[in-house]
């Protein structure tokens, strides 16, 4: 084969691959764009404008509307959503790290059967999960609390999973023996060296737990009946539903749902430094 021939087909490859992600990429961003337009105009011209199309630049008014309304509960409900996602998420990145330098590092009866009970785990759907927790909960007399939500947000068995496979890959047993060898313990060597080399997938394992979290809605739903206790998932869906004889209610929900994604894109955007230095400190491993 000619290089002329390859170097048409790498073109061609290239071409194909270069417009199936532009595909992609359209239809992943299609709905945002839909949801910034739609936060930039007033009640009225959401059913008689083009709904791609920009009209009269309403979102300062709608955003104070938002957050004035039923005494800014909406504001309460974001902060809501900061506690149990941002909180929640670095407790239980902390934990699966533990779990996971624990089965990858320490030789124990019984290691591979606990680790295949937390792969289950992950095939378990976390709906299913609520009822049980909703009548334990209730025997301990914390359902309609912020631990009602809190609790099982940490606890992530796919957050193990990573943790374990990075830790075998990333840490070097020779590093934990120099550490030992120092007279360091074992949390000092988890603390002090260990960790340090996990940062990487510490950070996938944070975006997967703040993610769930975030966009958490039957959980919520479940364990909570007080409007101030609701994260911005469960309060836009309650008031989504009063929108059939409080229509006014429509605007705020499209500008709740294009302020709720804010945090996310932020948060992708602040830690994605640490995806790829760890990308490259891997490939000069």
Request: glycine share 8%; proline share 4%.
């Amino acid at each position: 084969m000619s290089n002329q021939t390859l170097i048409r087909e790498s073109r061609v490859s290239r071409t194909a691959a270069l417009a199936l992600m532009l595909l992609l990429a359209i239809y992943f961003l299609l709905p945002i764009y839909f949801l910034i337009v739609a936060a930039t105009k007033p009640q009225g011209d959401l059913a008689s404008t083009n709904g791609l199309a920009f009209s009269h630049f309403d979102l300062f008014s709608n955003l104070g509307t938002l957050f004035g309304r039923s005494d800014g509960i909406f504001g309460r409900w974001a902060l809501n959503s900061v506690i149990y996602a941002v909180l929640g998420a670095a407790v239980g990145t902390l934990i699966s790290a533990l779990c996971g330098y624990a089965l990858a590092k320490f030789r124990f009866r019984g290691r591979e059967f606990l680790f295949s009970v937390i792969l289950g785990g992950v095939l378990v759907p976390t709906t299913a999960l609520a009822l049980p927790l909703f009548l334990l909960f209730s025997a301990t007399g914390i359902v309609n609390t912020y631990l009602a939500v809190f609790l099982p947000s940490i606890v992530s068995p796919f957050g193990v999973y990573l943790a374990r496979i990075f830790t075998a890959a990333a840490v070097p047993e020779e590093i934990l023996e120099s550490a030992r060898l120092d007279g360091a313990g074992e949390f000092r060597t988890f603390f002090s060296v260990a960790i340090r080399l996990m940062a990487p997938s510490l950070v996938t394992i944070f975006l997967f737990q703040f993610v769930a979290i975030w966009n958490n809605f039957f959980l919520p739903m479940v364990m909570l009946q007080k409007e101030s206790l609701f994260p911005i998932t469960l309060g836009l869906y309650q008031w989504n539903g009063q929108t059939a004889r409080a229509p006014l209610l429509q605007e705020s929900v499209i500008t709740g749902s294009l302020v709720s994604i804010v945090p996310v894109i932020i948060v992708f955007v602040l830690l994605q430094r640490f995806w790829r230095t760890g990308l490259a400190s891997g490939s000069l491993k």
